[in-house]
């Protein structure tokens, strides 16, 4: 597996495997109010385009300003009003757009402002978006209720004090993932915000169904309190059970799930990591099939038939692959489906992009207009092509893909597909066209983001070369260095580090860990640095380097120990159980 490719594995494959969102409420008033007299200063100043008081020079956007005017007086914002685009007002704006049920683009613009502006009619929104969570939780709740095998869930004593006397100084000395979760879950019932205590839990039973703990993994969903999350919490451990092997474990934890939706979602996950595995996945893709079959959206119905394509056809079943995308497909072009058309027929493309016939797919996509819909659909199209060795459609299809944050991306994919198939020249024209996308990019972490994937690409197009030093990596180093994201600069320094060792290079492989060591310096969150460590030790794993995989363990648990926030503990704690689950006997 290359490097970029590892980056993405675990990651839903394409637009298929990603959550499907349900829209509970559409907030549709634009009228307008006036702003409060003491405001008027502001908008004049931002009509004509003045410069901001006590900020000379710097220019105002009236959108811009009359959004984060609103959004901070709906508590959903409280950063600087001062009028221009901050990754916080993007922030702020998908916050509101996912509360109010409409697409997340976090695009500041006119009919934004004029919603937002309705001021009583927001909190008229927000106090029935509040009733439709109230709503969800208690469906969610009766739902446990009424099943047998999920009741005790819901009913278990959720109140628990952590043991102030414990010591974890063994655990730290001589680690395993029990004593870590054990040292973990002791953190987060420290946690004093329920909501954050969840989030923690959620993570927790993971790791504890991952080392084969399943019934401490249910004892910790009893404690959770959102019964919404208890849903989830079941869906992650059948998936977990699937990743560590256990099927038919995975299927008996999914069949208890009361809520249809995630009992799906649990299903199609365990078939695609079986199919992923090399394992036999019929059992979940029929079961996955038959709830499907009786879904009332039939955009759902599209979405699952698609999923269930394309796990087939990793599984080897093209005819069965076939039966399901054609069944999608004429669902998706249904006279009932006329609404909803375009987003059925990009669920249909995308599974054709993933079963590796993007033409097919790029045929599809013509009857969608919709750029949200297009996006997804052409990135996996592109890859595709990529893979099958045909660059110069790959480059084709990618130069339609008008959002250059996933433009950049996907050429960077491109280079390193181009240098697999002994084009190196062709493979570094395509990287510069990358970062020159990329220098193009608004916002700094989608920006550090496709730089990041450049300087991997790189790194990948130096492996492939000759053993020894090469000036692709010096590349990747210095592509690297214009990542302003930390955590990003100093993970991707490590990995260019690790690749510079296996192909011989170890003078650049110390020059490039000792900008590493600075960048990781850099990190201000200790359970950043965490987290990053384990995934490197992980990587180390992966293929089969010992040595660098448990000093980089080491290095994660080390941080680990000294975080005092029980939340960030819980979490770190948690990470490094898990990753040690993944590490070679010493």
Not at 36 to 65: F, I, N
Request: proline share 4%; hydrophobic share 45%; with cysteine.
């Amino acid at each position: 597996m290359t490097l970029v490719r590892k980056r993405l594995a675990g990651a839903p494959r394409g637009v298929l495997g990603a959550a499907l969102a349900i829209a509970a409420l559409v907030a549709t008033e634009t009228a307008a109010v006036a702003a409060p007299a003491a405001d008027q200063g502001w908008q004049v100043a931002a009509r004509r385009g003045s410069e901001l008081p006590g900020d000379p020079g710097a220019r105002v956007d009236e959108v811009v300003l009359r959004i984060q005017r609103a959004l901070a007086a709906a508590n959903l914002y409280d950063g600087p009003v001062d009028g221009r685009m901050s990754p916080e007002t993007e922030k702020a704006i998908r916050t509101y757009q996912r509360r109010a049920g409409i697409p997340m683009d976090g695009m500041a613009t006119e009919a934004l402002a004029a919603q937002l502006e309705t001021g009583p009619k927001v909190q008229d929104l927000l106090r029935r978006l509040e009733r439709a969570r109230e709503d969800t939780v208690e469906a969610a709740r009766q739902a446990l209720l009424n099943n047998p095998q999920t009741r005790g869930l819901v009913t278990a004593d959720k109140d628990e004090i952590a043991d102030p006397t414990r010591d974890p100084t063994p655990c730290f000395q001589e680690p395993s993932p029990q004593c870590l979760l054990g040292e973990a879950l002791e953190s987060a019932k420290a946690i004093f915000k329920p909501e954050m205590r969840d989030w923690a839990l959620g993570e927790i039973l993971v790791a504890q169904a991952n080392a084969g703990f399943g019934e401490k993994a249910i004892e910790t969903v009893r404690r959770i309190q959102d019964p919404r999350l208890i849903m989830v919490a079941l869906r992650d451990i059948a998936r977990a059970e699937a990743s560590a092997g256990r099927g038919s474990q995975a299927l008996a934890a999914a069949e208890i799930i009361p809520d249809g939706f995630k009992q799906l979602e649990a299903y199609a996950a365990i078939a695609d990591i079986q199919a992923g595995r090399g394992s036999n996945a019929s059992e979940a893709v029929d079961r996955l099939l038959a709830i499907a079959g009786d879904l009332d959206d039939p955009v759902k119905r599209v979405a699952f038939l698609a999923r269930a394509a394309v796990i087939l056809s990793r599984s080897g079943d093209a005819e069965g692959a076939e039966r399901n995308v054609a069944k999608a497909e004429t669902v998706a072009r249904s006279e009932a489906l006329r609404p909803s058309r375009e987003t059925a027929l990009r669920h249909v493309a995308a599974a054709l992009a993933e079963m590796e016939r993007p033409a097919q797919a790029l045929a599809v996509l013509k009857d969608v207009e919709d750029d949200s819909d297009r996006i997804p659909v052409l990135v996996s199209a592109a890859t595709a092509q990529a893979r099958a060795g045909d660059a110069r459609q790959a480059l084709a299809t990618a130069e339609g893909i008008e959002a250059v944050r996933y433009r950049s991306v996907v050429l960077a994919r491109i280079a390193v597909a181009q240098a697999e198939a002994g084009d190196r020249a062709a493979a570094l024209a395509t990287v510069d066209t990358a970062r020159r996308a990329a220098r193009s990019i608004k916002f700094p972490y989608a920006r550090s983001y496709a730089i990041s994937r450049i300087a991997l690409a790189l790194a990948e197009i130096g492996a492939l070369g000759a053993k020894g030093p090469n000036g692709e990596f010096d590349r990747a180093v210095t592509t690297a260095g214009d990542i302003e994201d930390n955590r990003l600069r100093a993970h991707v320094l490590w990995s260019i580090a690790a690749e510079r060792r296996r192909a011989g290079d170890m003078a650049g492989a110390g020059r490039t860990e000792s900008k590493a060591r600075k960048a990781t310096a850099e990190v201000k969150s200790a359970l950043s640095r965490v987290w990053m460590f384990g995934e490197i030790a992980a990587s180390h794993a992966a293929a089969q380097e010992a040595d660098f995989a448990w000093a980089a363990f080491a290095r994660g648990l080390e941080e680990a120990s000294h975080i005092e926030n029980a939340w960030g503990r819980a979490r770190a704690l948690t990470k490094m159980a898990a990753t040690l689950t993944v590490l070679p006997a010493r």
